[in-house]
């Protein structure tokens, strides 16, 4: 089992930037694929960004790409979500999630971070 904590959401101002983290524990990662996601009130979820654990490869859905960025930090066992130029329209929780590489779904969740744009 996989156990992931987010923090670092907030208020902040359009233009302004904020860094998410996922702290992750229980198995080893290097099987998985690490995904930020979001919800907006009123909204289906979306997939932000995602990174494998091992490689570190990334892919971000089309409309994210420029001002979201994902890493991860394998000492720390941890995911970023770096986030600029932030928007009202990205208010919405946050959540990060892991799936094994060859797996279909995320299995395992974090509880969210809320982050709030103010225009």
């Known amino acids: 089992q996989v156990q992931l904590v987010e923090s670092g959401g907030g208020l902040v101002q359009a233009g302004g930037s904020l860094r998410l983290s996922c702290a992750a524990s229980g198995r080893t990662l290097s099987s998985y694929t690490i995904g930020w996601f979001r919800q907006a009130p009123g909204k289906e979820r979306e997939i932000v960004a995602a990174?494998?654990?091992?490689?570190?490869?990334?892919d971000y859905a089309d409309s994210k790409k420029g001002r979201f960025t994902i890493s991860r930090d394998t000492a720390k066992n941890t995911v970023y979500l770096e986030m600029n130029s932030l928007k009202p329209e990205d208010t919405a929780v946050y959540y990060c999630?892991?799936?094994?590489?060859?797996?279909?779904?995320?299995?395992?969740w974090g509880q969210g971070t809320q982050v709030t744009v103010s225009s």
């Open positions: 999630a892991a799936k094994l590489l060859l797996g279909r779904e995320y299995r395992y």
């Open positions: 990174i494998t654990w091992s490689a570190g490869n990334t």
